[in-house]
């Protein structure tokens, strides 16, 4: 999808736009490869140097917030533009969050370092590269408006997903054979988690991506259309007042006029 416009100054707004989310998305990824390297190695300074990044993407993203609404206040874009900058605005949300969620990690990171070691964190370190590759494939199917490699970002979440059930499952073998190492266990099972929560955050962005060439909401889609088919859309009436009629016959009138129950034990 060609963004060019004969206006040269407009481009470059737009333009801006792209290289900052980009930028956030490097800050990001960033984080997320120190944050591993620093629990791999057992480096807290590495960590607690990683959470000064989070300042840097703070401060793209409120400059990319006032660059979008400049934008939009105006050029007054209409089509596939305000398309591009609405999303714009959400995706610096998602790219932000991100950012808490490295924070955390390192954070998780310090509090296991003052402790031994309670496993080899490989599948935590393979489960954060794929996360890391669906971020990185969501932002270039942002830049590109590639709907194809969108597409397979989502269809990639599932085995973050996977990931993160197998980990669970064997720290809860940890905790089961020694209490003592609940300590630990949890702290690797939070890191997992925001792992899979940015996977979450790259499966956003690439949701966006289909919305802004196809002008098509596809979120929840496949959820939405398995409660069709179970009927489950449909809300159901309160029982008892499946119809008009039985809503005559349940009026506070009737009520009134029925024997009153008895009450166990008067």
Not at 116 to 143: H, I, S, T
Not at 172 to 187: F, G, S, V
Not at 241 to 262: F, H
């Amino acid at each position: 999808m060609s963004r060019a416009h004969t206006d040269r100054e407009y481009e470059g707004e737009l333009r801006k736009i792209r290289e900052q989310l980009l930028l956030m998305g490097a800050k990001v990824e960033d984080m997320l490869t120190a944050s591993m390297r620093a629990l791999i190695e057992r480096d807290s300074d590495l960590a607690q140097r990683t959470l000064e990044t989070d300042r840097q993407i703070n401060r793209i993203e409120v400059e990319t917030d006032e660059l979008c609404l400049r934008v939009l206040a105006r050029r007054q874009p209409v089509a596939s533009d305000l398309r591009f900058l609405t999303i714009a605005l959400k995706l610096v949300t998602d790219l932000e969050r991100m950012g808490d969620l490295g924070v955390n990690i390192c954070e998780r990171v310090l509090e296991l370092n003052e402790e031994p070691p309670l496993k080899p964190y490989v599948d935590v370190v393979n489960m954060a590269e794929a996360a890391q590759g669906m971020l990185r494939e969501a932002l270039d199917a942002f830049v590109a408006a590639d709907v194809t490699r969108a597409e397979a970002v989502i269809g990639r979440d599932s085995a973050v997903d996977a990931y993160y059930a197998s980990i669970f499952r064997d720290l809860l073998t940890y905790m089961m054979e020694n209490p003592r190492n609940i300590y630990r266990a949890t702290r690797v099972q939070s890191i997992a988690k925001y792992i899979e929560r940015i996977a979450d955050h790259a499966t956003n962005i690439a949701e966006m991506v289909v919305f802004m060439v196809r002008g098509k909401d596809i979120r929840h889609a496949g959820r939405l259309a398995d409660q069709r088919r179970s009927g489950k859309m449909q809300t159901p009436a309160p029982p008892g007042l499946e119809s008009r009629r039985d809503l005559v016959e349940k009026s506070p009138s009737s009520v009134r006029a029925s024997p009153p129950t008895s009450r166990k034990g008067s």
